[in-house]
């Protein structure tokens, strides 16, 4: 069982709103990543840190930002919900070899 | 440079039957290739990975098979079974450095009964 923790697991908000999505892994792992998904659709990269204070993008950035301050912790934060935000958001953090770990992912709905 | 591209889309087999699930790549500095299962509502959990050292690698009725010069991967499910039917990613890295996984768009497994 991966120690990688993601919450709110289910969100439902207003447009417009800013929200940030948590997540936290106690394996002490360098790298984390923030994937998006529709059900069983392909993943989408959005961000990615490799240590603290390193933060990058990938193919989805443009609307969001995400910090690591923490080795343990790589929040997400939407400054302003869409509805086309709407989607599942996953969590993953590696050691510097090896497999990627997921969480749970959180399920958010921009109405 | 960064693209893994995955086939087929979706795929039924019957049980008992054989599941193949093709990947390729680009990036020849890649060195790590996992496979990915995802069950509805969950991540992504690894299922089975190699490194380039080695041509095939099993893990029970999991078998990876690695083409380095074709720059293919592949995995093949024996004996499929009900619950095997998932979505399963092909992935790939450079695993010194900092690159990120690079995912293949997913294949549907639904095995029949």
């Known amino acids: 069982e991966a120690d990688i923790y993601q919450t709110p697991r289910y969100l439902v908000i207003g447009t417009g709103k800013k929200i940030t999505l948590e997540c936290s892994q106690t394996?002490?792992?360098?790298?984390m990543y923030w994937y998006q998904q529709d059900p069983g659709m392909e993943l989408h990269l959005i961000h990615y840190?490799?240590?603290?204070?390193?933060?990058e993008k990938g193919d989805l950035s443009s609307e969001s930002t995400v910090s690591r301050i923490r080795t343990e912790h790589f929040p997400l934060t939407l400054e302003s919900a869409r509805p086309s935000h709407t989607s599942q958001y996953l969590c993953?953090?590696?050691?510097?070899?090896?497999?990627?770990?997921f969480g749970q992912g959180t399920r958010l709905t921009v109405v | 440079q960064q693209q893994v591209k995955q086939s087929p889309q979706s795929l039924i087999v019957q049980k008992g039957g054989i599941s193949i699930i093709n990947c390729a790549y680009e990036?020849?500095?890649?060195?790590?290739f996992p496979w990915y299962q995802q069950f509805p509502g969950k991540g992504p959990a690894l299922l089975i990975a190699?490194?380039?050292?080695?041509s095939e690698k099993k893990e029970g009725r999991f078998t990876i098979s690695f083409n380095k010069s074709a720059k293919q991967f592949s995995l093949h499910i024996m004996d499929s079974q009900p619950g095997d039917s998932a979505t399963y990613f092909c992935?790939?890295?450079?695993?010194?450095?900092?690159?990120?996984?690079?995912f293949g768009k997913g294949t549907r497994l639904s095995v029949i009964a």
């Open positions: 990036n020849t500095a890649f060195d790590y």
């Open positions: 394996m002490g792992h360098d790298k």
């Open positions: 190699i490194r380039p050292d080695v």
């Open positions: 840190s490799y240590g603290v204070n390193s933060t």
């Open positions: 992935a790939a890295t450079q695993e010194a450095g900092n690159t990120p996984l690079v």
């Open positions: 993953a953090s590696r050691p510097r070899r090896g497999e990627a770990f």
